[in-house]
């Protein structure tokens, strides 16, 4: 039994080194475990880099639009635009951004204005102006969404993700839905704009269906799916995701005549194999 307990576990090190003794020798040394690497932080790319989920920054330029605070910062990695709930900030003050989230592309229509590169989030400390909007009139994602309703040029993009996650499944529908065919040389039934989906990017489609799912101000746009009876659950081809300006509501029967894009991506791991994009709608 002594010379069972005379070879030291190495899974019982604290244990070791009193037994090393009773044997009468002396106890290997035990290397200290190597600390735990940090975890890096995430990029904000092509600007500053996110540290501890804040980025600081100077400001240099600032100004209000739908609800939102644009805000120029020079960082300690360069120059960055960022927009945050509308806040009183001041040229010259130092700001955080909380949880900043990068675009690049963003395109906010109140403003009139295209931005290469933005970073979203929360102004820290920030005595916000209240709840945003409810109408998203600027283009600027909108956050955790409540209900089918998006929030105005609106809250910040951490919920991205829920949001196309919200925008992204059609409704669930009982009912057997039957919509006559759009008329007209570029009239498509849900089905055939799947089939030809390839053929079809790039080009302008006109598509009547049956709104079984509506999402208002997400990303400047308003989301809806159509469904006309065509194509199966199965395969995935009885429902086409549309984006307009134009209000409409669960329920319509509409015709939308917009852009087919395929494999688009929106960003937040949300790509669209096929979507109708910058839709007209009538009724």
Request: hydrophobic residues 45%.
């Amino acid at each position: 039994m002594k010379a069972l307990f005379c070879r030291p576990s190495v899974a019982l090190l604290v244990v070791a080194a009193a037994l090393a003794a009773a044997c009468g020798k002396e106890p290997a040394p035990v290397a200290a475990a190597p600390a735990a690497k940090p975890e890096a932080a995430p990029a904000v790319a092509g600007d500053g880099a996110v540290q501890t989920g804040v980025l600081t920054g100077t400001v240099l330029e600032t100004m209000n639009s739908g609800g939102y605070t644009y805000m120029k910062l020079k960082t300690a990695a360069g120059e960055t635009w960022a927009a945050v709930n509308e806040a009183k900030v001041e040229v010259g003050q130092n700001v955080g951004i909380l949880n900043p989230m990068p675009m690049d592309g963003f395109e906010s229509k109140t403003l009139n204005r295209k931005f290469d590169h933005i970073v979203f989030g929360s102004l820290a400390g920030a005595e916000a102006s209240g709840a945003a909007p409810a109408g998203m009139g600027g283009g600027a994602p909108t956050g955790m969404m409540g209900g089918a309703t998006g929030q105005a040029e609106g809250a910040m993009p951490a919920g991205m993700a829920a949001q196309h996650a919200a925008a992204a499944t059609g409704g669930e529908v009982a009912e057997k839905i039957s919509v006559p065919k759009a008329s007209g040389a570029d009239a498509k039934t849900v089905a055939e704009v799947w089939a030809q989906h390839d053929a079809l990017k790039g080009k302008t489609v006109t598509v009547r269906g049956k709104v079984v799912k509506y999402n208002s101000g997400i990303m400047g746009k308003n989301w809806l799916h159509l469904r006309d009876g065509s194509g199966t659950a199965e395969g995935k081809d009885n429902d086409i995701t549309v984006t307009t300006s134009d209000a409409v509501a669960k329920g319509d029967v509409v015709v939308v005549k917009g852009v087919v894009a395929i494999d688009r991506d929106f960003g937040a791991g949300y790509t669209y194999p096929v979507i109708v994009e910058d839709a007209k709608v009538t009724k």
